[in-house]
């Protein structure tokens, strides 16, 4: 079965930490794996995309692994800020208009 | 938002009503899609659209109809609504279909309460 798992549900931490996500997929074939920020109330936002041939990707503070082997990625945050409270979206794509989306991380950031 | 709209934002409304979505893109991507999504689940896909006049089903299109007579607009129906079918509704539109490594834009989400 195609899925994407995410941990942990929700983490705090408090602002100036870093943290890391972590998103086990077990989904073929692998096309890219994705990561989304949400606000509440907000659609998702693109932070990075990889493909099967990448095993980092930055976006600023956000670094992004992938370990094709083990169909593991991970999230890493540095220095977080208040306004990186937010869900972290997990996405494999299978190909064309395959997309399988993880239920999110939920984080928030204490001041 | 990436240029896209959707409307109504907040929609409450009755069981066995009928309800459309819209979603409105500036972008001239010609993929567009519906998800819905529920607490203690991801992003689903109900309908998905490759162009003008095509579109296909996705995981979880029992009870939703789309049209695409424009590239900029996507309609979602719910023919006749039930309370299984209360949820969040984002629209997303991307250049290409998924398998490449193109970014899939999401709009702002429709909040549909069906009593």
């Known amino acids: 079965k195609n899925q994407v798992e995410q941990s942990p549900q929700s983490l705090i931490i408090l602002e100036g930490k870093n943290c890391t996500l972590q998103c086990n997929y077990t989904v073929s074939p692998f096309s890219n794996l994705r990561w989304y920020k949400q606000d509440t109330g907000r659609g998702p936002v693109s932070l990075t995309i990889m493909t099967f041939s990448e095993n980092t990707k930055s976006n600023g503070r956000y670094t992004a692994t992938l370990d094709a082997d083990t169909k593991q990625s991970s999230l890493h945050i540095t220095a977080s800020q208040l306004s990186d409270s937010a869900s972290y979206i997990c996405v494999v794509s299978r190909g064309t208009y395959k997309y399988i989306f993880g239920t999110g991380t939920r984080l928030k950031v204490l001041a | 938002d990436a240029g896209i709209t959707q409307s109504p934002r907040h929609k409450v409304t009755e069981t066995g009503t009928p309800v459309t979505l819209r979603c409105h893109q500036t972008?001239?991507?010609?993929?567009m899609y519906w998800y819905r999504q529920d607490p203690g689940h991801g992003l689903r896909l109900i309908h998905y659209s490759y162009g003008v006049k095509d579109t296909d089903k996705g995981e979880v299109s029992d009870g939703y109809s789309v049209s695409r007579s424009k590239t900029e607009d996507f309609l979602l129906t719910l023919e006749s609504a039930t309370s299984s079918q209360t949820s969040v509704y984002f629209c997303?539109?991307?250049?290409?279909?998924?398998?490449?490594?193109?970014?899939?834009?999401f709009g702002p989400g429709t909040r549909l309460t069906v009593l």
């Open positions: 997303a539109i991307s250049e290409s279909s998924g398998g490449g490594a193109d970014t899939q834009y």
């Open positions: 972008e001239n991507h010609r993929y």
